[in-house]
C-alpha cells in the first residue's frame, strides 16, 4: 500500500472479529488474519483455529467483521449460521493419570503462597540439622572424605 500520508511500505493488515449474532456486540474473538501459505509467501487465502466450547447442541448464529487498517471501504460482514450437534456416545476420554489429578485437585501456586506452605526442597529429615543433612548426601555422593569434615565442622 502506498500514499501520501504513508510514503513509506505500509502491509496492509485484515482482523477478523466474530461477536454475538442476535446483538452484534459481544466479541467472542478477535484475530489478525495471516495471508500467507506454508512456505511463507502471500496468498489469498487465510487459514486460523477457532476453539470454542457450547454448552448445549442446536443452531447458534455469529456475525463476522473482516476489518482492514489499510483500505476504506473494504471491510466486509458477513453472518455465520451452523448446527452444534449432541456429544458423540461413542467418543472414547482417556483417563487421566495420577500425577495429573494430583495436579487438578491440588493448591494453585498461588493458593500454596497465601497459605504459607513452607514445604522443603530437600529430602532430609526434618529433625537433623543442616550439617547432619549435607553429610548424608557428600556421603551417599561417594565423597565421604567430605562427609567427615563436614560432621568435624558441625561439632
Not at 467472542?28 to 488474519?33: C, E
Not at 501456586?109 to 514445604?119: C, F, I, P, Y
Request: proline share 3%; charged share 30%.
Amino acid at each position: 500500500m502506498h500514499s501520501n500520508n504513508f510514503p513509506y511500505l505500509k502491509r496492509q493488515k485484515w482482523h477478523l472479529i466474530v461477536a454475538d449474532g442476535a446483538t452484534h456486540e459481544m466479541v467472542l474473538f478477535n484475530t489478525p488474519l495471516d495471508f500467507k501459505d506454508k512456505k511463507g509467501k502471500d496468498c489469498n487465502t487465510a487459514t486460523f483455529e477457532v476453539k470454542q466450547r457450547f454448552g448445549k447442541s442446536g443452531q447458534f448464529s455469529f456475525h463476522a467483521f473482516f476489518k482492514c487498517d489499510s483500505y476504506v471501504g473494504f471491510d466486509k460482514e458477513v453472518t455465520l449460521k451452523f448446527d452444534v450437534l449432541e456429544e458423540d456416545r461413542e467418543r472414547v476420554i482417556p483417563d487421566y493419570s495420577v500425577e495429573d489429578m494430583e495436579a487438578i485437585n491440588g493448591p494453585t501456586m498461588v493458593e500454596s503462597l497465601m497459605a504459607g506452605d513452607t514445604t522443603r526442597d530437600d529430602e532430609s529429615d526434618p529433625d537433623e540439622d543442616q550439617t547432619e543433612a549435607l553429610a548424608k548426601k557428600l556421603s551417599a555422593a561417594g565423597l565421604s572424605n567430605a562427609s567427615k569434615k563436614v560432621n568435624d565442622q558441625g561439632s
